[in-house]
């Protein structure tokens, strides 16, 4: 018997038909619903340049981006719960 059903978000439209079926077979088995919030994944090599050993990113960008992120997730997230 299906107990607990894992949903990813990641804010497209496949995944708010996702979230629909995960909701639907959840109360048809009256299972709990596990939502993950997805983002694409931001593939940096290096932030450092190894010849000059000067950062590509300055800190002020890194904690830009991970603000983006953190606000991309709780935007998805948001969307699932209306």
Not at 19 to 26: K, R
Not at 68 to 74: I, L, M, N, T, V
């Amino acid at each position: 018997m299906i107990q607990k059903i894992l949903i990813p978000l990641d804010g497209s439209k496949l995944a708010e038909k996702a979230l629909d079926f995960g909701l639907d077979l959840a109360e048809k088995y009256s299972a709990e619903t596990v939502l993950l919030s997805v983002v694409p994944h931001l593939f940096f090599p290096s932030t450092i340049d190894p010849i000059t050993g000067e950062q590509f990113l300055s800190p002020e960008t890194i904690e830009e981006l991970e603000e983006g992120a953190e606000a991309y997730h709780r935007e998805v997230l948001s969307k699932a719960f209306k």
